[in-house]
């Protein structure tokens, strides 16, 4: 995901039973792999408040 990192990418995890969509955003990095939010997917668009909270997670953790 560029818009949080070179390294943050995003799980899509689709429930067909219920038709909810859940995204997980994560970071690699050499010894780790941050576990940095996940959320239901409601829109085409990431919200705001998500990416925000995203950045301050990652922002607390080091640029690793």
Do not use: N
């Not at 995901?1 to 955003?25: C, K, Q």
């Not at 010894?31 to 997670?57: G, M, N, Q, S, Y």
């Amino acid at each position: 995901m560029p818009i949080l990192g070179r390294r943050v990418h995003e799980l899509r995890v689709e429930d067909h039973d219920t038709a909810i969509s859940w995204r997980i955003l994560y970071r690699i990095d050499p010894d780790a792999i941050l576990v940095v939010h996940w959320f239901e997917k409601k829109t085409r668009t990431t919200p705001r408040l998500v990416v925000t909270l995203c950045r301050k997670r990652l922002a607390g953790y080091g640029r690793g």
